[in-house]
Structure formats: C-alpha cells, structure tokens
C-alpha cells in the first residue's frame, strides 16, 4: 500500500547524506526501483533541508560517468545539492590466501568426490575449474563512511536533524554521536538491509522503512 501522506516531521535545518550504493542495493528486495533524480527532488521539497549530500563513486564505465555528470548538472542548478565522488577501486582477493580458502577448499572437494563421467566432466574441466579458484577476484571498493563523517563534524552546528540514507551499522557511531549533541537522528533503510548494530536502537533515532517513501521516489 503506498504512503500518500507520509511526510518528515523534521524539527528544524536538516542535513541529509545519501550512501547511494546502499540505497542503490536496496532494490534486491523491493519490488519496485528508485530513482536518484525524483529522491532528490522529493528531499528538496522539504524547506527545513539545507543540504543534500550524495555520495557515490565513479566507475570506467560510460553509464556510471553518465550518471555523475547528470547529477553534477543537477548541482550547479541547485545550491542545496552537492556530488561528493571519487574513482571506484577494484581491490583484487586473493581466494587461496583470504577467509575464502576454507569454502574454496570444500567447493574443489565435493567437485573432485563428484562421478566425472556422470557429470559429463573431465579432468581438464578440473584442472580449470582450480586455475580459475586460484586467481584473485577483482572486488568494487569505494566507501564513504570518512566522507559522511567529516561531513557532519563540519556541519554540526548548523543543523538541528540529521537523516541517513543507508542502512549500514557501520554509521551506528555517527549517529549516536548526533544524538548525543541533541540532533534529531533518521535514517532512512530497507529493513532487510539494517545493519545487526541496529538491534538496539539508541533512544532518538528514528528509522523510516523506505518504502515509506515509494510514491515520491520510484521509478
């Protein structure tokens, strides 16, 4: 059922900081998408905000720059709207040298204890098979837990709410340090996605179900 009437009861100048990877992540478990142009809009509705803070990386590929460029079109319009990127590292696992090797190890035994001739499978396939195990799996990386933080040092004293967007517990000592300092604490997450930090909920933070929000922000 959509929320027609759902609104922020923001309790004066608020800063709003958007993980979009996390938020983007989301989608895995909604049944409906997000779009970062009609979010934006939805937040800049709100007369209370003073700042919308978008965080997300830059990739090689043409749609991710794509994507960038189109927000940071949206920033020069917009005063209240900032981009905050940075270039997208692959940081290469090392599968037979990380936490991986014990579930690498059992996936090359039960492959091995497998009827080869049943399976259609041969040893060359094996050989392969191991060769590709042992290569280093190239993993995304470009996280802005520092950026948000410093962002919200910055900005303490011109604020009175904070909202999140993400659901990562990660940011669970940025937010009790919010509230500690008598700011209003939201954060906005898919439920399945709430980071295990958030099993006890610090007194002052609210946390909004994004699907709250699906009739301002869906695609």
């Known amino acids: 059922m959509k929320e027609e009437k759902f609104q922020f009861k923001l309790k004066g100048k608020t800063l709003v900081c ?5 938020v983007y992540g989301w989608q895995e478990n909604l049944d409906w ?4 142009d009609k979010l934006i809009e939805y937040l800049l509705s709100y007369k209370e ?3 919308v803070n978008f965080y997300f990386g830059t990739d090689i590929t043409q749609e991710s720059q794509d994507f960038i460029s189109s927000l940071q079109k949206k920033e020069e319009k917009e005063k209240r709207f900032s981009v905050i990127t940075k270039e997208v590292k692959y940081v290469p696992v090392d599968l037979d040298k990380s936490y991986l090797r014990s ?6 035994k039960i492959i091995l204890a497998m009827d080869l001739k049943k399976q259609n499978i041969d040893g060359t396939h094996i050989k392969e098979l191991e060769n590709l195990l042992s290569q280093p799996l190239p993993r995304r990386k470009c996280d802005f837990d520092i950026e948000i933080a410093l962002d919200v040092f910055r900005n303490l004293e011109n604020f009175d709410s904070f909202i999140l967007f993400s659901g990562d517990g990660d940011y669970k000592p940025l937010v009790q340090y919010c509230i500690e300092n008598k700011k209003q604490a939201i954060i906005v997450a898919q439920p399945g996605s709430l980071g295990k930090e958030y ?3 610090p007194i002052g933070l609210y946390i909004c179900n994004v699907r709250k929000l699906r009739n301002f922000i869906s695609k």
């Open 18 to 22: 958007i993980d979009w990877a996390n």
């Open 33 to 36: 998408k997000i779009s970062a």
């Open 49 to 51: 905000i003073f700042k």
């Open 103 to 108: 579930r690498v190890n059992n996936i090359k």
């Open 199 to 201: 099993r006890i909920i």
